[in-house]
């Protein structure tokens, strides 16, 4: 169909939500599928991957390469650190022994991404919650645990950097939480990614920012099959998506989530495809054609990973495992805690985290 007129699909979407047709818009007929939304991206402030404080007072060394491994105190991360790809330094650069995030040892060749909260507004805050949205004073640290806990009825979120594209990662793994009690059956909580640079515009450089095509929620509750209270492995608009049995979101849960890309293709998607799902009604070309990868997400017992090597191919066959085929931006993957709530209004104290996040490259 080609691309929509920019200026009428911004002033017709914006600032609604990714995703438009929750329960309270199936009064407008849109019944109960994910329609993804995307509003202009604009340039917004930078944020720093870690703030230097009076430990690391005074300039910062040169740097001939900005590799995490080339840096000593940074050489258990992965990608780029110093600097950073948005021109941002970490803080073990400065370091000659930084503290390790371990990562789980059953993982063979993983490595720990550094998960450096930032608040990406224009890609995520803003598209998803509009102007309300709230990012500074809604998470904390504690080793390699994010947590993010609403501290009131607006929206909240972190994002994640990273360097890395989705062809180059075989395997992600993380534990990944919902503190029980916490957050109530409407809350729409999620720990996802998709592909994006900091700035620029949706609609007009399809190939570089979010479109439904591209985004994998390792795990989305509320939308979902499972519907209310429930916990699901999602997809914006492909695959095949998953409820998680015996999980609620007022009951909690605390699970291992892995996901790998199957090389191989048993699931036969397409080698690449030329066109983005926005809406769910409108397609913008991407000019060229991208490469579609083979992604599947399993859950388990936390503390380990689900899989690891050939042994993911017997989870592939499982009816508790998702999957989809995603199409592989030009850009890094931007990883994502969210509480979109319902109707933009959440649970105040509403608690939800990852740990040891960790990722196998090729």
Request: hydrophobic letters at 35%; glycine letters at 8%; a negative charge.
């Amino acid at each position: 169909q080609g691309a929509p007129n920019t200026s009428q699909f911004r002033a017709a979407m914006a600032p609604q939500r990714r995703f438009i047709a929750r329960p309270a818009l199936r009064l407008l007929g849109l019944g109960s599928t994910c329609l993804a939304v995307v509003t202009r991206a604009a340039a917004a402030p930078r944020r720093f991957l870690a703030q230097t404080n009076a430990s690391f007072a005074g300039e910062l060394r040169n740097f001939s390469d900005p590799a995490c491994s080339a840096n000593p105190g940074c050489s258990t991360l992965v990608g780029d650190c110093c600097p950073a790809p948005d021109g941002m330094f970490l803080a073990c650069c400065n370091a000659s022994n930084a503290p390790v995030v371990p990562a789980p040892p059953e993982a063979p060749g993983a490595v720990a991404l550094p998960m450096e909260p930032s608040c990406d507004h224009t890609n995520v805050g803003f598209p998803n919650c509009g102007e309300s949205v709230r990012c500074e004073g809604e998470y904390s640290m504690s080793g390699s645990t994010r947590t993010l806990t609403a501290t009131s009825d607006n929206c909240a979120y972190v994002t994640f950097k990273t360097s890395l594209t989705l062809d180059q990662v075989i395997q992600m793994d993380a534990d990944a939480f919902i503190t029980p009690g916490t957050c109530s059956e409407y809350d729409n909580l999620a720990f996802w990614f998709f592909q994006t640079v900091e700035v620029g515009d949706a609609l007009e450089e399809p190939t570089t920012h979010w479109d439904a095509f591209s985004e994998v929620d390792l795990f989305e509750s509320y939308i979902g099959p499972g519907g209310v209270n429930s916990v699901n492995t999602n997809f914006a608009a492909t695959g095949v998506h998953v409820a998680w049995t015996n999980f609620t979101i007022v009951g909690g849960m605390r699970q291992h989530v892995t996901m790998w890309q199957d090389t191989e293709n048993e699931a036969g998607c397409p080698a690449t495809r030329t066109a983005a799902m926005l809406n769910g009604l409108t397609t913008v070309q991407y000019g060229k054609e991208l490469p579609v990868v083979s992604i599947y997400v399993a859950h388990c017992e936390p503390g380990a990973p689900c899989c690891t090597g050939a042994d993911c191919k017997a989870l592939q066959s499982n009816p508790s495992t998702g999957r989809g085929c995603i199409t592989v931006k030009d850009a890094p993957l931007l990883l994502s805690l969210s509480n979109w709530g319902a109707g933009h209004h959440v649970t105040a104290g509403c608690e939800i985290g990852i740990s040891d996040v960790t990722v196998m490259t090729k």
